[in-house]
T-cell receptor, first 118, second 114 residues
Framework: GAVVSQHPSRVICKSGTSVKIECRSL??????MFWYRQFPKQSLMLMAT?????????EQGVEKDKFLINHASLTLSTLTVTSAHPEDSSFYIC??????????????FGPGTRLTVT | GESVGLHLPTLSVQEGDNSIINCAYS??????FIWYKQESGKGPQFIIDIRSNMDKRQGQRVTVLLNKTVKHLSLQIAATQPGDSAVYFC?????????????FGDGTTLTVKP
């Protein structure tokens, strides 16, 4: 149980285009999803917290107009990188918290999406 | 804010040896600590957690030790196997939040030599 998927696993796009990454909770409902980015040999940096049916909360320094997050249902959150540039190339990872969980800090991670902007 | 750091960025051990990975945190109010394993090209995988009211917790081949006095925790892996090769992160949730936000350490890359 508690499986989170991401699609696509890898994507290459040209500079200036937009790319959408999907995060799905496959066997549970997720009221909260988190989006992280990870540069090579570095740690995970939280970008934003996404709550179903409401606007995402972005961490300091993350451009909300560039990284559009939509959490339209209890099983799906999307991250759209708009007008992507080579510096946006990174590994993007989502995680999800199960609806109703009593474990305050529990989150299940997706497998990640490798974005390369050429 | 919270800062979380690891003592060694890399660790190389012989198969069958025990591994110890260390982590330091800064916020004395932190009440929960988690270790994750991340294999190459994959998302983090939960290994073990510990609450601040404990100083030791054991799982299958893994033990987490917490020293609140010096704000330090460690992950011990017994009889390390090649499949344990990965990057290990400690994560410290932001205290008093319900969102589950965590600060992640920099990661230690464990390499197991056969």
């Amino acid at each position: 149980g508690a499986v989170v998927s991401q699609h696509p696993s890898r994507v290459i796009c040209k500079s200036g285009t937009s790319v959408k990454i999907e995060c799905r909770s496959l066997d549970f409902q997720a009221t909260t999803m988190f989006w992280y980015r990870q540069f090579p040999k570095q740690s995970l940096m939280l970008m934003a917290t996404s709550n179903e049916g409401s606007k995402a909360t972005y961490e300091q320094g993350v451009e909300k107009d560039k990284f559009l997050i939509n959490h339209a249902s209890l099983t799906l959150s999307t991250l759209t990188v708009t007008s992507a540039h080579p510096e946006d190339s990174s590994f993007y990872i989502c995680s999800a918290r199960e609806r109703g969980t009593l474990r305050r800090y529990e989150q299940y991670f997706g497998p990640g999406t490798r974005l390369t902007v050429t | 804010g919270e800062s979380v750091g690891l003592h060694l960025p890399t660790l190389s051990v012989q198969e069958g040896d025990n591994s110890i990975i260390n982590c330091a945190y800064s916020n004395s109010a932190s009440d929960y600590f988690i270790w994750y394993k991340q294999e190459s090209g994959k998302g983090p995988q939960f290994i073990i957690d510990i609450r601040s009211n404990m100083d030791k917790r054991q799982g299958q081949r893994v033990t987490v030790l917490l020293n609140k006095t010096v704000k330090h925790l460690s992950l011990q892996i017994a009889a390390t196997q090649p499949g344990d090769s990965a990057v290990y992160f400690c994560a410290v949730p932001v205290p008093h939040t319900n969102a589950g936000k965590s600060t992640f350490g920099d990661g230690t890359t464990l390499t197991v030599k056969p």
